[in-house]
């Protein structure tokens, strides 16, 4: 089955921890992208890759990092210097330039405990 | 900056309504635009794909269209069920970034 899946499903992460968030996709994209979204609002952007060992960096990429290391894997690290993580995480991935269909994971949703 | 607008936030309306959700953006060098359909705590399922040279789109009992010129993108639902509850996002997609609206909150009253 093609598609993108993101683990895991619900991440606890303690004050002062750095917590890692999978997404593969299957689909042979060569673009991808990690959103955040808070309850009652609209997607937006962290980080964006079009092409393996390139990423470039979101509107609110501050305290989050990445690497694009294979074209199927692109992991989302949420650092100790993101004050305020807890939200839904998607992770997303398309054709490059934009010319294609964009595909979404099932999400992940990492709560600070 | 591309900003992409939704309207209305929520909508109620009764099962069997044909009923029309707006979508506009400020840029209108785009690629693309694309729907999408969120249910709660899930990801998001892509509805339709309009390319910058097609004015609609249609699925089953969805049909979207686009104008470039004037920014705007309409989503038509016809006969309306239930399960068409959900919350209804357009993404344009300029360069190589998709940029979303807020969402329109859906409910379908049986």
């Known amino acids: 089955d093609g598609g993108i899946t993101q683990s895991p499903k619900y991440l606890f992460r303690k004050e002062g921890q750095n917590v890692t968030l999978s997404c593969e996709q299957n689909?042979?994209?060569?673009?991808m992208y990690w959103y955040r979204q808070d309850p009652g609002q609209g997607l937006r952007l962290i980080y964006y890759?079009?092409?393996?060992?390139?990423?470039q960096k979101g509107d609110i990429a501050e305290g989050y990092s990445v690497s694009r290391e294979k074209k199927e894997s692109f992991p989302l690290t949420v650092t100790s210097a993101q004050k305020n993580p807890t939200a839904f995480y998607l992770c997303?991935?398309?054709?490059?330039?934009?010319?294609?269909?964009?595909?979404f994971g099932q999400g992940t949703r990492l709560t600070v405990v | 900056k591309q900003e992409v607008t939704q309207i209305p936030a929520a909508l109620s309306v009764p099962e069997g309504e044909n009923l029309v959700l707006n979508c506009s953006f400020t840029?209108?060098?785009?690629?693309?635009l694309q729907w999408f359909r969120q249910d709660p705590g899930k990801g998001l399922t892509s509805l339709l794909l309009?390319?910058?040279?097609?004015r609609e789109q249609t699925s089953g009992r969805l049909n979207a269209s686009l104008d470039k010129s004037s920014g705007r993108s309409t989503l038509y639902i016809a006969a309306s069920q239930p399960g068409d509850s959900a919350t209804y996002l357009c993404?344009?997609?300029?360069?190589?970034?998709?940029?979303f609206g807020a969402g329109t909150i859906l409910r379908v009253k049986s």
């Open positions: 840029d209108s060098a785009i690629y693309n």
């Open positions: 997303a991935s398309s054709t490059t330039g934009g010319f294609g269909e964009a595909f």
């Open positions: 309009i390319q910058s040279s097609q």
């Open positions: 890759s079009q092409i393996v060992n390139d990423f």
């Open positions: 689909l042979n994209h060569d673009a």
């Open positions: 993404a344009v997609i300029g360069g190589d970034k998709l940029v």
